[in-house]
Nanobody, 133 residues
Framework: QVQLVESGGGLVQAGGFLRLSCAAS????????MGWFRQAEGKGREFIAA????????CYTDSVKGRVTISRDNAKNTVYLQMNSLEFEDTAVYYC??????????????????????????WGQGTQVTVSS
């Protein structure tokens, strides 16, 4: 069964950086879409970025463009979220998600919005990111 395990979170001061990792196991992930979401205290789940596993095409939410890079290492079955110039508002639990489909906007053939959390079938347990001001 698909398992996603996030790591790399922690405490960082404003202006700093972190690289989160999502270790994926249980399947071969050719054709999958991997996404990063976050949920701040008292707020709903927010889309951050997504990447097609095989192709490498990416998309980002406007609020993090220029500060965040999503990438993957197919050989290590790991997807990353590099976050720079961190702000206090980035404080949240960050979740990795996966779905076996690749949407059109990421080079696939499925007509769906990869920013919607309900499109993803698999989720990790999250890793806490805390940014101090």
């Amino acid at each position: 069964q698909v398992q996603l395990v996030e790591s790399g979170g922690g405490l960082v001061q404003a202006g700093g950086f972190l690289r989160l990792s999502c270790a994926a196991s249980g399947r071969t992930f050719s054709g999958y879409t991997m996404g990063w979401f976050r949920q701040a205290e008292g707020k709903g789940r927010e889309f951050i970025a997504a990447i097609s596993w095989s192709i490498g095409s990416t998309c980002y939410t406007d609020s993090v463009k220029g500060r965040v890079t999503i990438s993957r290492d197919n050989a290590k079955n790991t997807v990353y979220l590099q976050m720079n110039s961190l702000e206090f508002e980035d404080t949240a639990v960050y979740y990795c998600a996966a779905d076996r489909r690749t949407p059109i906007r990421l080079g696939g053939s499925y007509n769906y919005d990869p920013s919607r959390g309900d499109e993803y079938a698999y989720w990790g347990q999250g890793t806490q990111v805390t940014v101090s001001s």
